[in-house]
Structure formats: C-alpha cells, structure tokens
C-alpha cells in the first residue's frame, strides 16, 4: 500500500490527513499516518482566548489518537527531528516524559513514507530584538498559551496584595506587534481584568485598571488589512482604553521594561511578543530541502518542494507562489485550501495524473475584539467586491470560521453537538477560567 506521512497536526495538516484517511485509509487504498509532536490538537487561532482563560481547553482539543481511529488513519506521536530522503525515512526524536523531562516514552524512531506532506506551522520571529526572547512570552502552543493564562492570573492577584503607592495601574502588560494576533489578545485581556474584578480574584478596590500598550513599528495596526479596518479597529481599541503606539520599534526587552527606537521605557510586568513569524528551525536541516530566509519550504504551485516531487508542503511552513510577487499568506484559511487542494493532489497522484496547480483565494479577514465585536472585510468569491463588516454581526462570522473548521476534521453531527454542550457549560461558569 501506498505510504503517506503528514507531519504535523495543525489547521491544515489534521484536515488533510482527515479527508485522506476517510477517502483512502477506509477502503484500504493508501496506508495514512499523521505525526505530531504533541498528543492534541487545538486550532491556533483559538489561542489568545486561551491565554485570557475564556476557552476551556479540555472541551476544545482534540485528542490525536482517537481521532486517528475514527478517521482511518494512524497517529505517531513524535518531533521530525531529520530526514533521509534516497531512504525515503522520517527521523522522529525521543517522546519524553512531560512530568520528567529526563524519562523517555518513546525512543527516537525511523518512519518509511512513499509520499511526504510536511504542514509544521509556524513560530515566534523575534528579529534578533535585544531580550526579546529572553523576557517576553509568545503564543506558538497551548502550553505557551496557558503559561501567559498563569501569569497573567498570578500578576493580577499579587498586584491586589500589594498596596504600591505612586503605581498609576495595578499592572501593566506590553503586546508587541500590531497584527491580527496582538489586537485580538489586547482585546481580550480587558474582558479577562472585567471578569476578574467581578469575582474579586483582582482586588475591585485596586485604584486603575491594568494598562494594555500595543506596540506596532510600522505606521498602522493591522497592515495586511485594508486601512478602513485598521481605522474601525484603533477606535474600538481606544473605546476598550488600549494605549495603541506605533511607528516607533521596540528595541530592547528588559525583564520589567520594553524599550523603543525613540527613547521610550515602558514599564511592563508582562511583555507579549505577537511581532511576526518563521517556520521551525528544523526545516532548514531535512537533507538539502530548499528553503527561504525565514526556513519556509520553497514549494512549486503543486504544492511540491522544489528540491523533491515525493514532498509536499502547506500552510504557514511553505513559501508558495500567489500573484505577481505575493507569496500565499501564512492564514488558517491558506492551509484550510491547500488541504482541500492536497487531498484531490494526492489521490489524481495516486492514479498517476498530474496533480494541477493550488490557487489561492483570499475571501477576507476577520478580526475578533472580545466576545461580543469583531471588525474586517469579507468577500464571498474571490472575484467579489469586498465588504466591510463589524459588530456583533461580524463577531458571529468569525465564530463560524472556528465551527467551519471543526466541521471539516469532526463532522456535521460532532460540531453541532461541540455548540450545544459549550453552550451549556458556559450558562453555568464565570466566562473566564480564575484559577
Ligand atoms: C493567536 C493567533 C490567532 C490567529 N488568528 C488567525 C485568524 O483569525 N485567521 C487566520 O486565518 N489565521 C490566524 N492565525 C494564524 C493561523 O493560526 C495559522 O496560519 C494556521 O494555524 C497555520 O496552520 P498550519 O497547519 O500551517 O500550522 P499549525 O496550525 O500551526 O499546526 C502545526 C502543527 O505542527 C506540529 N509540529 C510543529 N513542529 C513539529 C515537528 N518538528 N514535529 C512534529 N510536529 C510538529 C505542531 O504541534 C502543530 O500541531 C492566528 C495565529 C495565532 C497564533
């Protein structure tokens, strides 16, 4: 039986092999397997509402290995850690043991694959910025996610201990980075002090409130985005009393400072870097594959790398050709088409036809701004004019993305169940997690 290997479980990777283990591991046509180094799978978009504590993390992932038996496909869990391309093998690391680092689960393994689909993401590019990584949290995983869910909860409670005269806010927190990712958490992070306050986990007599800084270099928020949704955003971000700073890069992150280009020091107990991304250091060593400056694969519009036809690549781990100059961007919605576009791929390559070529289509952006607002533009063909929505309305669009997503890797029937029992349980909890 013909092997396919996907590495990686993410937007893009988890649909694919779905699709592929339902089409062809069902009938016993191709032996599917799916590699991730971590047992669950969480749509990443979700994690800044993570970090805030407004997602209940055991109701929204998805467990890798039941999954792969409803599914028809097998789970390996396991890091890519190298690749032996004239042996057509995977080197997967050592599982070691979460409790205790230095007990191994798993021994490092080979894996033998015909064809190879690598879909690993992205991380955190911190531009060589003095400290950055030293100092700041970032949101790549759950665990970081739930790390900065920690320390934002712990900060709020000392601040409430402690009575520092001359302090103008209880706590002061720096997002750097002024996309999609920084706004939405800025956002959220005023629901979660609201909240907070509310069950008294922040001291309700605390004089201020906690003060958000979104730092941004270039001269707008939201640069991928058109400049009427950068406009309507920095309103509701002013509304939400986020002190929005840009043109001015930061240059250094101290522990308890973040300093910029123009002199300023701005006193942080918690600094986020949300400031741009490049895909996982282990790419530029898989045996001579090419890749770009920032470790992408360079893929062909077949999706294929252009060092080998047996591996394919998709979402924000691949540099692939859209129109002029542009390569696609690295957004859930690319991935979510390229396995769309991977799943027909694989099956014509199977039959031995030519695999045609992935075109992207933009249908537009959405920003969420907390539970109740979102803002973006949205176009429901790719030729369509676009059309600029907020509010309540366009927070109930990008709530369906997340449904959208969930119904294409669990089913109609899971994803509708997933709404009713979320819902419930949130009649009967505090919106956000305090403890
Ligand atoms: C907070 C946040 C908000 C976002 N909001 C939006 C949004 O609103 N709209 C949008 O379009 N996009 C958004 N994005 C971007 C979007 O999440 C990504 O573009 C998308 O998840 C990319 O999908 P992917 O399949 O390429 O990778 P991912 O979804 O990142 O999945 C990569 C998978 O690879 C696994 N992996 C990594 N390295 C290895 C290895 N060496 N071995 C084995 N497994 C490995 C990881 O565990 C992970 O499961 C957001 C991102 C963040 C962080």
């Not at 730092?215 to 955003?233: K, N, W, Y």
């Not at 998709?314 to 088409?337: E, F």
């Not at 607002?373 to 927070?395: N, T």
Request: net charge positive; hydrophobic share 40%; glycine share 8%.
């Amino acid at each position: 039986m013909h092997r396919i290997v996907i590495v990686g479980g993410g937007a893009g990777g988890l649909e694919l092999a779905t699709r592929l283990g339902d089409k062809l591991g069902r009938s016993k046509r191709a032996h599917v397997t799916l590699v991730d180094r971590c047992a669950t799978h969480i749509w990443k978009p979700l994690l800044h509402e993570v970090a805030s504590g407004s997602l209940d993390t055991h109701v929204h992932q998805i467990a890798y290995a039941a999954h792969a038996r409803w599914h028809h496909f097998e789970f390996c869990h396991g890091e890519l850690i190298g690749l032996n391309r004239s042996q057509h093998t995977l080197l997967l690391g050592a599982v070691a043991d979460a409790e205790h680092p230095g007990e191994v689960v798993l021994p490092p393994r080979d894996l033998e694959y015909d064809t190879l689909i690598l879909a690993l993401g992205s991380q955190t590019h911190f531009f060589g910025i003095t400290g950055a990584q030293e100092n700041a949290i970032t949101l790549d995983t759950l665990p970081q996610a739930e790390r900065l869910r920690r320390r934002l909860l712990q900060t709020c409670v000392k601040s409430s201990a402690r009575k520092d005269a001359g302090r103008s806010s209880p706590v002061d927190i720096v997002i750097i980075g002024g996309g999609a990712t920084g706004v939405e958490l800025a956002a959220e992070l005023r629901r979660m002090e609201a909240v907070l306050r509310e069950f008294k986990v922040h001291g309700s007599d605390q004089p201020g409130e906690m003060s958000v800084t979104l730092l941004e270099a270039g001269p707008r928020i939201l640069p991928a985005l058109p400049p009427d949704v950068t406009a309507a955003t920095s309103d509701q971000l002013r509304d939400l009393r986020i002190d929005v700073s840009v043109g001015d890069p930061v240059i250094a992150v101290e522990n308890d400072t973040v300093v910029t280009q123009s002199g300023r020091r701005i006193p942080s107990d918690i600094t986020i870097w949300a400031a741009g991304i490049k895909a996982p250091a282990c790419l530029a060593k898989l045996d001579g594959l090419s890749v770009n400056k920032i470790n992408q694969l360079n893929v062909a519009r077949t999706l294929q790398s252009e060092s080998d036809p047996d591996i394919f690549a998709l979402g924000d781990c691949a540099s692939c050709p859209w129109t002029g100059d542009r390569m696609v961007p690295p957004r859930a919605q690319a991935a979510h088409q390229q396995a769309i576009f991977l799943f027909h791929a694989i099956q014509a390559r199977l039959r031995g036809e030519a695999v045609g070529e992935f075109r992207y289509s933009d249908y537009g952006s959405l920003i969420s701004l907390g539970p109740t607002s979102a803002v973006g533009v949205i176009s429901p063909s790719s030729q369509a004019k676009r059309i600029f929505v907020k509010g309540r309305i366009a927070r109930v669009m990008y709530s369906a993305l997340y449904r959208k997503h969930l119904a294409a890797v669990s089913g109609l029937r899971k994803t509708l169940v997933g709404i009713v029992v979320d819902s419930l349980r949130r009649l009967n909890t505090p919106g956000v997690k305090l403890h």
